[in-house]
């Protein structure tokens, strides 16, 4: 790997664009593949250019058959993120697990309360009302959404936002009869049925989980599997 | 910062820093595998390793490779898996195959 290249990749890193490191097979001609334009030593037609770039939309590193031989295609997207709604204590388990499984972690909830107490000092919350931070943030679609404030005062809101934007994975704590609850009100704020079904609740998966570490467990659980197999059917 | 962008921010502080490095990474797997295509781990030329290719059964092989790439400066493509004798002696536990591409940071 040339050095210009591993700093235009570092850069493009640090920018937050996703990018892919293409290199033949077994010889190492390089390219430096982003969404608009490529760069290197390896000159890749537009066949090529196109199957890099679904492999970035994938957000899978693969290898593939071109003109110019066998590529690898090694796909460097933005890290995923979690948005936490509610500095409630599931958070910190799930916060701490999702950063693990390398999600960027924001933890909101405006009630100062709830995010002076230990350890939301340590793991840093955005003290705001969440429909306006998650409009600032952006949310795309390498964006998890969780509300957790069991408020739905700050829940909704939130979800209001998330369900507007092209978030992954949207999910929502909350027993069954509470979920009814929220739901309605959500079709009430003008949200059909396509909007509600991409709410994940009861969230998570239904594993039996009790306390908040494991109900951090069953919500990164649900997370994972539609980020890896895609939203399934719900009963 | 996730795994994969720490260690090539290492690579470039060590090359920052004058040291001999090679990256090694996973570019497909068969069967059974620790770690996923596009696991890397960088070596400098003083032995010294981060990240991981494997769960640690090829890793000793790999770094010996990327100390030979760093003085003869041309890449290799290594096999490891059921099939190939030196899997069997570094011992790819795990039953599967991997494909690990070997460079020198220039």
Known sequence: ?235 | MTDTDSILATVAEWRRGGKDVALATVVSTWGSSPRPVGSQLAVNETGTFVGSVSGGCIEGAVIQEALDVMSSGAPRLLDFGITNEQAWDVGLTCGGKVQVFVEPVE
Do not use: C
């Not at chain 1, 679904?54 to 890290?79: E, K, M």
């Not at chain 1, 979800?159 to 009430?188: D, E, M, N």
């Open chain 1, 1 to 235: 790997m040339k050095r210009a290249l591993l700093d235009d990749l570092l850069a493009a890193q640090a920018n937050g664009d996703p990018v892919a490191m293409v290199t033949r097979l077994p010889t190492g001609g390089q390219a430096l593949v982003g969404l608009a334009g490529a760069q290197g030593d390896l000159r890749l037609d537009d066949d090529a250019l196109a199957a890099v770039r679904v492999a970035i939309a994938a957000d899978r590193s693969t290898t593939l058959q071109a003109a110019a031989g066998r590529l690898f295609v090694h796909v460097f997207n933005p890290p995923l993120r979690l948005i936490v709604v509610g500095a409630v204590h599931i958070a910190e388990p799930l916060s701490r697990m999702a950063a693990l499984a390398d999600f960027g972690v924001t933890i909101v909830d405006p009630r100062r309360a709830f995010t002076v107490r230990r350890p939301f000092e340590d793991l840093g919350v955005l003290e705001e009302w969440p429909d306006e931070a998650l409009e600032t943030m952006g949310l795309d679609h390498r964006t998890a959404v969780v509300s957790l404030a069991h408020d739905p005062k700050i829940d909704d809101p939130a979800l209001a936002v998330a369900l507007r934007s092209p978030a992954f994975y949207i999910g929502a704590l909350g027993s069954r009869k509470t979920h009814a609850a929220r739901l309605l009100r959500l079709r009430r704020a003008g949200f059909g049925d396509a909007d509600l079904d991409r709410v994940h609740g009861p969230v998570g998966l239904a594993i039996g989980a009790l306390s908040p570490a494991e109900i951090a467990i069953s919500i990164m659980a649900e997370v994972t599997q539609v980020r890896r197999q895609g939203a399934k059917e719900r009963a």
